[in-house]
């Protein structure tokens, strides 16, 4: 059974951080890209970071420059680490892998991911 399995959210001040990581299990995502996407209340979900499968990085404007994606092949876990969090970082953060994540992303396709791990809560307090 394949699972993607998400910790590290939690509650901070901004200017906080936080790291989350998904762990991946039941395949080997070598051959995947994952990202991360968020759902805040009220709005669409939306588009964080993504690595290739050869480690090529992708991000939201919103978030380049304070946050980074990275993988660890060796324990198939993928991490987002967010540095800088403002209030407007609030939202549930998913982790997603898909052969295609890329070509989705790119025609905004945030729903169609082939797994999708639990949200994880993040909630930046001012």
């Known amino acids: 059974q394949v699972q993607l399995v998400v910790s590290g959210g939690g509650l901070v001040q901004a200017g906080d951080s936080l790291r989350l990581s998904c762990a991946a299990s039941g395949r080997t995502f070598s051959s995947y890209a994952m990202g991360w996407f968020r759902h805040a209340s009220g709005k669409e979900r939306e588009f964080v970071a993504a690595?290739?499968?050869?480690?090529?990085?992708y991000y939201a404007v919103s978030v380049t420059g304070r946050f980074t994606i990275s993988k660890d092949n060796a324990k198939n876990t993928v991490y987002l680490q967010m540095n800088s969090l403002k209030p407007e970082d609030t939202a549930v953060y998913y982790c997603?892998?898909?052969?295609?994540?890329?070509?989705?992303?790119?025609?905004?396709?945030?729903?169609?991911?082939?797994?999708w791990g639990k949200g994880t809560l993040v909630t930046v307090s001012s």
């Open positions: 690595v290739s499968w050869n480690g090529n990085t």
């Open positions: 997603a892998a898909d052969f295609d994540l890329l070509s989705r992303i790119a025609r905004s396709d945030y729903y169609g991911m082939e797994y």
